[in-house]
C-alpha cells in the first residue's frame, strides 16, 4: 500500500495564516493600519518579500487595503466601498446612489431547525430576527429578513438600527465586533406575495429574485442568514466572474 507523501505549506502561507490569526484575535482593528512589512519580516523571521506575498493574498480576498504612500489597513464596512462587495444590485440607469437602510422590525426568538442549521448554532439557541428594506431614490427595492445569534449580537434593538446611519454590517462590526468577510448567496425567482407586494409596492404576482444569504466571519464562522427579495423593475444584479 502506498505510503502518502506529507504535505508542505508554502512559508509565505504560513505567514499569512498568521497574519489572518492575529486579525481574528483584534490585534488589529478594522481601518487600522497594520505593522509595515519591515516590522512583520522582523517578527516573523522571514523576508520582506515574503510578507508582502502573504499580504498581496490577504488582499485579494478584501481582508486587508493597500493605501499607496500610507501602508496598509484593515478592511471596514465602514469605507463605502465596502458596501457593493455584498451588495451587488444595479441601477439599470447606472446611478450607484447609496440606498436607504428602513428598519421594519427587530424581536428576539429562539432557533428553530433551519435557523440553526445555517447559523452552526445549538437548537432553541436565542437569535435576533429583523426586517427591514432597502430603498434606493425613496423607492423599495429589497426587503430582507435576517436571522443572527443572539449571544453575538447582544443589545441590537429596533432603536439602535433607527439610529445608525450607515450600513447594516458597518454597525455590527462597530458596535459588536463582528466583521463579516465573505458570503454564499443562492438565488432564484420566484413571485411576490401580498406582505411583499405591499412592502415593495409592486404587484402582486410580480416576478422577484430570492436572494438567501449565509455570511462568515473569520475561521469560516457563519454570522448571518439572511433572506431577501429584490425587485428588479429598475435594477440588476451584477455578479463579477474571473
Partial sequence: M??????FSPLYRQIKTLILQAL?????RPGQAIPSEQELAARFGVSQGTVRKAIDEIAGDNLLVRKQGKGTYVASHNDPRALFRF??????????SHPKS???DCWRAKAGQEASRMLAIELGAPIIIL????KFANKPVVVDEI???????????????????????????SRFGSRMI???????AVAADRSTSEALKVAEGTPLLSVERVTYTYGDKP??????????????????LN
Fill in 2 to 7: 502506498a505510503q502518502e507523501s506529507p504535505t
Fill in 24 to 28: 481574528e484575535a483584534g490585534e488589529w
Fill in 102 to 104: 428602513v428598519p421594519l
Fill in 147 to 173: 436571522y443572527l445569534p443572539g449571544e453575538l449580537f447582544q443589545g441590537l434593538s429596533f432603536e439602535t438600527l433607527q439610529d445608525w446611519h450607515g450600513s447594516l454590517y458597518s454597525l455590527l462590526e
Fill in 182 to 188: 465573505r458570503a454564499q448567496e443562492r438565488i432564484r
Fill in 87 to 96: 451588495l451587488r444590485l444595479v441601477p439599470i440607469d447606472g446611478d450607484l
Fill in 131 to 134: 426586517r427591514r428594506l432597502l
Fill in 223 to 240: 454570522v448571518e442568514w439572511r433572506r431577501g427579495l429584490y425587485s428588479t423593475a429598475e435594477h440588476y444584479y451584477l455578479n463579477e
